[in-house]
């Protein structure tokens, strides 16, 4: 009877111990069930291969189920509306690029305003082109030639992303362009480039780089701060004395209003799957880079995009 009796008090004595081990080694668990990630765009594209990617790290962390869901009807505002007017309690996130800043200017009934960055989680830029037999050998030679032509500008829409950036890069260099729209994205503009439709476009380096590779264009200069993976030899316009930088970010929202304890949560979450082997994978074969920031500095640098954006939207529609 004694034996069973110390048996006893040692197994409730080891109990407590037991437990206060495991509430230190124990991850933050998502207090209120299943999270839904909500992305504007259909399977297969690059927010959507982002979020997936994701998925794995994040549902180990939140100890719940991440569950995705594609809503790319009427051009992404059925997904914005979801989040803008959902609780906010951080139980729906979504993803997106400067595409969600744009996305009201281009007659899309989104309130901006209505989003809470949660952590931004990738960067990418845009690169200067011009065709491949283009006479120019560095970005300044092109800058001087626009300085006594008026060079034909591919972009594909007017307040587009890479129409931003064209802007951006004009205002730098001190030149001025005339803008033609080749509507359906990167790939349009190129041929149009490679056929000397036009004498310059700007997309990012993954997409270019097949067509850079058989020589029908070539890069002058990649406009983020540093040199590019995947275009190690080309130098950044800031290297090359125009005072520009073009940073194409993707990163994760939920809805205003969100407490900070959730945020904070989520937040690392979302880091712990930036930092999975399978995100890691995805970043290494579309070229982008993994550019983490929490949901305090991705807030403070959103607004800034907000400002910038609404800049340069004002400048467009002056012209």
Same mark, same amino acid.
């Given at each position: 009877?004694?034996?069973?009796?110390? &048996? $006893?008090?040692?197994?409730?004595?080891?109990?407590?111990?037991?437990?206060?081990?495991?509430?230190?080694?124990?991850?933050?668990?998502?207090?209120?069930?299943?999270?839904?990630?909500?992305?504007?765009?259909?399977?297969?594209?690059?927010?959507?291969?982002?979020?997936?990617?994701?998925?794995?790290?994040?549902?180990?962390?939140?100890?719940?189920?991440?569950?995705?869901?594609?809503?790319?009807?009427?051009?992404?505002?059925?997904?914005? #509306?979801?989040?803008?007017? *959902?609780?906010?309690?951080?139980?729906?996130?979504?993803?997106? /690029?400067?595409?969600?800043?744009?996305?009201?200017?281009?007659?899309?009934?989104?309130?901006?305003?209505?989003?809470?960055?949660?952590?931004?989680?990738?960067? =990418?830029?845009?690169?200067?082109?011009?065709?491949?037999? *283009?006479?120019?050998?560095?970005?300044? =030679?092109?800058?001087?030639?626009?300085?006594?032509?008026?060079?034909?500008?591919?972009?594909?829409?007017?307040?587009?992303?890479?129409?931003?950036?064209? $802007?951006? !890069?004009?205002?730098?260099?001190?030149?001025? !362009?005339?803008?033609?729209?080749? /509507?359906?994205?990167?790939?349009?503009?190129?041929?149009?480039?490679?056929?000397?439709?036009?004498?310059?476009?700007? $997309?990012?380096?993954?997409?270019?780089?097949?067509?850079? =590779?058989?020589? @029908?264009?070539?890069?002058?200069?990649?406009?983020?701060?540093?040199?590019?993976? #995947?275009?190690?030899?080309?130098?950044?316009?800031?290297?090359?004395?125009?005072?520009?930088?073009?940073?194409?970010?993707?990163?994760?929202?939920?809805?205003?209003?969100?407490?900070?304890?959730?945020?904070? &949560? #989520?937040? @690392?979450?979302?880091?712990?799957?930036?930092?999975?082997?399978?995100? @890691?994978?995805?970043?290494?074969?579309?070229?982008?880079? &993994?550019?983490?920031?929490?949901?305090?500095?991705?807030?403070?640098?959103?607004?800034?995009?907000?400002?910038?954006?609404?800049?340069? #939207?004002?400048?467009?529609?002056?012209?």
């Amino acid at each position: 009877m004694k034996r069973i009796g110390l &048996i $006893v008090i040692l197994a409730f004595g080891i109990l407590p111990l037991a437990f206060a081990t495991g509430a230190k080694e124990a991850k933050p668990k998502y207090p209120n069930g299943d999270v839904t990630f909500v992305n504007p765009n259909a399977p297969g594209g690059g927010n959507d291969l982002l979020m997936r990617a994701l998925i794995p790290g994040m549902k180990a962390y939140l100890g719940v189920n991440v569950i995705p869901v594609n809503k790319p009807e009427a051009r992404g505002a059925v997904a914005a #509306m979801e989040i803008t007017n *959902a609780k906010p309690d951080g139980q729906k996130v979504y993803i997106n /690029s400067q595409t969600l800043l744009l996305m009201p200017y281009g007659g899309i009934d989104v309130k901006v305003e209505g989003f809470q960055p949660v952590a931004q989680v990738v960067e =990418d830029t845009g690169v200067v082109l011009v065709k491949g037999d *283009a006479p120019y050998k560095t970005i300044q =030679d092109f800058v001087e030639a626009a300085k006594k032509t008026k060079l034909k500008v591919a972009h594909n829409g007017s307040g587009s992303l890479w129409h931003l950036a064209a $802007v951006m !890069f004009a205002k730098a260099a001190k030149v001025d !362009f005339q803008y033609v729209v080749y /509507s359906g994205g990167g790939t349009p503009m190129m041929t149009a480039l490679a056929a000397g439709e036009v004498d310059m476009v700007i $997309v990012n380096p993954a997409e270019s780089k097949p067509l850079i =590779d058989a020589g @029908k264009i070539k890069p002058l200069a990649v406009m983020s701060e540093g040199k590019h993976p #995947m275009l190690s030899q080309v130098p950044t316009c800031k290297e090359a004395g125009i005072p520009v930088t073009f940073p194409v970010w993707r990163g994760i929202f939920t809805t205003k209003g969100t407490p900070e304890e959730f945020l904070s &949560i #989520m937040d @690392k979450a979302v880091k712990a799957g930036t930092e999975g082997e399978e995100f @890691k994978k995805l970043v290494q074969t579309t070229g982008l880079e &993994i550019k983490y920031r929490d949901h305090k500095e991705f807030t403070k640098f959103f607004e800034e995009q907000k400002e910038l954006t609404a800049q340069l #939207m004002k400048e467009i529609s002056a012209k």
